[in-house]
């Protein structure tokens, strides 16, 4: 159970620079993960790792289907045999953090108490204050496209 001040829907977990830019581009529509997320999660808050150690963007995932950049190795069981990933995380929508979440910022707000290590569970306030200062991305349609065709629009670094 998250604690009484977090949402069990929202978690922030770390990704690695690179690979949220795969989540930018499409070519990774799915985050895979060692551990299973409850099943009420349905938005990753991504804290990107060094250099950026910030969250920029939030992720809405669904917990069931498979398809893009390592869905293959996924499915055939190579991630999990590899012990890389037993759990895949379908990334529905992409949503932009304007203005950026600086960990420094996050910590003295109380919201983080450093990088996450495995993953924490958003606080309510934080959600709170955030949410409307998030601009979608994308949303993928049902051929895993940026519905609409529309361009990306992405901040290059950190406010």
């Known amino acids: 159970m998250a604690p009484h001040d977090a949402l069990e829907t929202d978690v922030v977990l770390a990704i690695h620079p690179?690979?949220?830019?795969?989540?930018?581009?499409?070519?990774?529509n799915h985050d895979f993960r060692r551990y299973l997320l409850r099943s009420t999660v349905r938005r990753l808050w991504i804290y990107e790792t060094r250099p950026i150690s910030g969250i920029r963007y939030v992720a809405i995932i669904n917990q069931d289907d498979l398809g893009g950049l390592r869905n293959a190795e996924f499915e055939s069981g190579a991630l999990t045999t590899a012990g890389l990933a037993a759990f895949a995380y379908e990334i529905l929508e992409l949503h932009q953090l304007m203005p950026s979440l600086r960990l420094e910022e996050a910590k003295s707000l109380l919201w983080l108490r450093g990088p996450p290590q495995k993953y924490n569970f958003a606080k309510r306030q934080m959600v709170e204050d955030l949410e409307d200062k998030l601009?979608?991305?994308?949303?993928?349609?049902?051929?895993?496209?940026?519905?609409?065709?529309?361009?990306?629009?992405?901040?290059?670094?950190?406010?």
């Open 18 to 28: 690179p690979h949220v830019a795969h989540i930018i581009s499409c070519t990774k």
């Open 135 to 159: 601009v979608k991305v994308f949303p993928l349609d049902d051929d895993g496209d940026i519905d609409g065709g529309g361009a990306l629009m992405v901040q290059a670094s950190l406010d």
